[in-house]
C-alpha cells in the first residue's frame, strides 16, 4: 500500500488536535488506499470517516473524524502530488523548453504533462498521455476545471505539432469532458504559417461546440529563444499578423457573446502590443480567466493601479482636508496641497520590454498625484534568452545586472515578483536577490503582482 510522509500540520486544524505531527505517516482513509492527491481530496471530502496513521515509533492510530463536509483535515505532504509528477509524451515543435541553454537547474527541464497539475496549479496539458482511467476519476471525481492545450482541433495538423501520433485522437478526450460536463479552458499556442489564418479560424469554431463547458480558449504567440538550432523553423509574428490575428478573434468574441454571453476567444497582451492597439476593456475578458496566460493581465493591473491611486489621493485629500479630486490634481503637478505630504524620493522600476510602456503611463500618472516622486522606468532586454522574448517572467538576474549597473537607480529598486522563484528569493539563473543588492548597492523592492501592490510600493 502507497504511504506518503506527512511534512506539515497546521495550526488550529482537526490534524493539529487529533495529535498528528510532522513525520508521522498516513496509511489510508476510509479503509482506502491513497494514490494521489486526488483520491487523498475524495476520500476526505467526508463528514465522518476514519485515518490511519503510522506514527514514528510505528504505533498506528486510527483517528475516527467528524467534520463538515469538504473541510480540510490541515495536512501536508512530502510529495504535494502524492505519487510520481507525469512527464510529457511529446516533441512540440514549439516546445519552449528544448529552447532553453544547456547548465540551468534540473527541474526547468522537466517536461510534465500531468492532469493532476491542472486541477491543483493550473498547468495546462495535451491530454496525450491521460489514461482512460484517469479520465474516469476525473469525471467520477467531478473535478474541474481543466486547461487543456488544444493547438489546434485538425487531428493530423496537431500530430504534426506535438510530434505524437497520437496527439490527433487525444482530441476526442475533450468529447468525453464535455459530456460530463467537465469545466474546461484551451490554450492555441500560435505558430506562424502552421496553425493560423484558415487553422485558427477552424479550431476556434470547433471549440466553439463546446461552449459553455469549455469556458475560454487563449491565443498566444509562440515564444521563440535563441537557442533554436536543429530545431523545427518557426518564424515571428509581425505587426501586420498580430492585427490579423486579433481581427479573427475579435469576429468569433462577437459571435459568442450573442449567443452565450460570454466573449469565449482571447488574445493574449502581447498581441495587443504587437499590433499596437488598445488593450481590451475590462468586461471583455469575462472576469479574467486566463490571467495565466497573460490574458488581461495589462488591462487588470491598469484598472487596479488606477482604483488604488484613486484611493491613495483621496487619503491624502482627507488628510488635509482639501476635497481635489484626481483629475485635477492630474492637471497640476506643483500642487502644494498634496507636495510635503509625501517623502521626496527616485525610484526606478526595472521590468520586461512588454510591459515597459505600461509601467510607463502608469507612473507618470502617480507622479501627476504625487510629484514628489521621480520615476524612471527601464526596460530589460532579454539577452539571455534572445530580444524576441519579452517578458518579465524569463528575465535572469545577470540581464538585470548587465543593464542596471552604474546607472543612477535613485533610492529604490523596483521589480515585478515574477522574476523570482515561487516563495523563494532567487532568479531563474539563481541569482539571490542580496547578491543583486550588493552588487547594485540599492534597496530592492518586490512588487507583487496587483495595482494595489505596486501603488503602495511606490507609496513606501
Ligand atoms: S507538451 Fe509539448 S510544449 Fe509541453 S512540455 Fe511537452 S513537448 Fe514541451
Redesign the pocket.
Known amino acids: 500500500m502507497k504511504e506518503h510522509i506527512i511534512c506539515r500540520v497546521y495550526p488550529d486544524s482537526i490534524a493539529e488536535e487529533l495529535e498528528v505531527e510532522p513525520g508521522d505517516v498516513l496509511v489510508s482513509v476510509g479503509g482506502h488506499e491513497i494514490k494521489d492527491i486526488f483520491d487523498y481530496h475524495y476520500y476526505t471530502n467526508e463528514e465522518y470517516l476514519t485515518v490511519l496513521i503510522r506514527k514514528e515509533d510505528g504505533e498506528e492510530w486510527e483517528l475516527e473524524i467528524e467534520k463538515e463536509y469538504e473541510e480540510d483535515l490541515g495536512i501536508e505532504f512530502e510529495n504535494g502530488l502524492m505519487d510520481e509528477y507525469k512527464s510529457?509524451h511529446?516533441?512540440?515543435i514549439?516546445?519552449f523548453?528544448d529552447q532553453m541553454p544547456k547548465g540551468m537547474r534540473e527541474t526547468l527541464y522537466f517536461?510534465d504533462?500531468d492532469s493532476r497539475l491542472s486541477f491543483l496549479q493550473g498547468n495546462y496539458v495535451?491530454l496525450t498521455n491521460l489514461k482512460d482511467n484517469d479520465l474516469e476519476r476525473i469525471v467520477e471525481y467531478k473535478l474541474g476545471p481543466i486547461n487543456i492545450?488544444v493547438q489546434t482541433t485538425n487531428p493530423e495538423l496537431r500530430c504534426q505539432m506535438?510530434n505524437n501520433r497520437f496527439a490527433g485522437d487525444a482530441l476526442e478526450k475533450i468529447d468525453i469532458l464535455y459530456q460530463a460536463g467537465i469545466p474546461m479552458n484551451g490554450q492555441i499556442v500560435l505558430c506562424k504559417d502552421i496553425n493560423d489564418k484558415e487553422e485558427l479560424k477552424r479550431t476556434i469554431e470547433d471549440l466553439m461546440a463546446y461552449l459553455p463547458v469549455m469556458e475560454s480558449v487563449s491565443v498566444v504567440p509562440v515564444g521563440l529563444s535563441r537557442y533554436r538550432d536543429g530545431l523545427y523553423p518557426l518564424k515571428s509574428f509581425t505587426m501586420e499578423d498580430a492585427k490579423a490575428v486579433l481581427e479573427t478573434i475579435h469576429h468569433y468574441q462577437k459571435i459568442c457573446f450573442e449567443t452565450h454571453g460570454l466573449h469565449f476567444i482571447h488574445a493574449s497582451d502581447e498581441w495587443y502590443l504587437l499590433a499596437k492597439e488598445e488593450l481590451p476593456k475590462e468586461e471583455r475578458y469575462d472576469g479574467y480567466l486566463q490571467l495565466e496566460n497573460g490574458v488581461g493581465m495589462l488591462r487588470l493591473l491598469r484598472e487596479e493601479f488606477t482604483q488604488a491611486l484613486k484611493a491613495a489621493a483621496d487619503a491624502v485629500d482627507m488628510q488635509s482636508a482639501n476635497f481635489l479630486e484626481v483629475t485635477e490634481l492630474s492637471k497640476d503637478p506643483e500642487n502644494t496641497k498634496i507636495q510635503g505630504r509625501c517623502k521626496m524620493e527616485r525610484i526606478t522600476v526595472a521590468t520586461g520590454v512588454l510591459a515597459a510602456p505600461v509601467l510607463q503611463e502608469l507612473t507618470e500618472e502617480f507622479r501627476r498625484v504625487f510629484p514628489q516622486k521621480e520615476i524612471q522606468v527601464i526596460p530589460i532586454i532579454n539577452h539571455f534568452f534572445g530580444e524576441q522574448i519579452t517578458v518579465s517572467g524569463l528575465l535572469t538576474g545577470q540581464d538585470l545586472i548587465a543593464q542596471l549597473k552604474g546607472r543612477d537607480l535613485g533610492n529604490r529598486l523596483l521589480l515585478p515578483c515574477n522574476l523570482l522563484r515561487s516563495k523563494e528569493e532567487v532568479f531563474l539563473d539563481d541569482m539571490t536577490l542580496s547578491q543583486m543588492e550588493n552588487t547594485l548597492q540599492v534597496e530592492i523592492d518586490i512588487v507583487k503582482s496587483s495595482g494595489q501592490d505596486l501603488v503602495s510600493c511606490l507609496m513606501r
Open positions: 510529457c511529446n516533441k512540440c514549439f516546445c523548453i517536461k504533462d495535451t492545450s506535438l
